[in-house]
């Protein structure tokens, strides 16, 4: 994305078109877009309409607190799934925190504010099946069983170990009716 033309708009101050940066790592790749998906979330009460009917914030330094809210919460939730599952993937049974993502059963896109925060709507799972999870490659029944996707290829399940018989070792009454929405709108 370093490429945009020299161009700049002819308006009563000259800016330039697009902007140039590049990432150092795929860490920064990820806040940048973490980042993007928290700005383009609904306006919060007070936000004012601009142009076209698009809500933004009015004030930048409400978006920066609203910003640090959402990653608050994202840690508290991080950290209610640590304790809810004894700080282990509750299908791998991996117990290495650095490993092991707070992934979201209902997509954050998808939740409302209360849903994002609720440990309910969240497992703690090892990162490549926390990827397969957001994906839609797997998903879980109510008991627990692992649902596998047509779409996976045999050289995935194998490379990562996924067998039918596997099953989460916890599965929270309060987590019910998220699977059910992740079997139903995000598993193919």
Not at 32 to 45: C, W
Not at 82 to 91: H, K, M, T
Request: glycine residues 10%; hydrophobic residues 35%.
């Amino acid at each position: 994305m370093k490429h945009f033309p020299k161009r700049q708009n002819n308006g009563k101050t000259p800016i330039n078109f697009g902007l140039a940066f590049a990432f150092d790592n795929g860490e920064a790749l990820s806040n940048l877009i973490d980042l993007t998906l928290q700005l383009s979330l609904p306006a919060q009460e007070g936000a004012s309409r601009i142009g076209g009917g698009k809500e933004r914030l009015g004030d930048p330094r409400t978006e920066t607190e609203a910003m640090r809210a959402a990653r608050l919460g994202q840690s508290g939730f991080r950290a209610d799934l640590l304790q809810s599952y004894d700080d282990r993937c509750p299908l791998t049974g991996v117990d290495m925190p650095e490993v092991l993502r707070a992934s979201h059963i209902k997509p954050w896109h998808k939740a409302s504010h209360i849903e994002r925060l609720d440990p309910d709507n969240g497992l703690l799972l090892s990162v490549h099946l926390d990827l397969l999870f957001d994906k839609g490659l797997i998903s879980f029944e109510n008991n627990g069983a692992i649902k596998l996707s047509p779409r996976l290829k045999s050289a995935v399940i194998g490379a990562y170990g996924l067998k039918q018989e596997l099953r989460l070792s916890k599965v929270h009454p309060g987590n019910l009716p998220y699977l059910e929405f992740h079997r139903l709108h995000v598993f193919k």
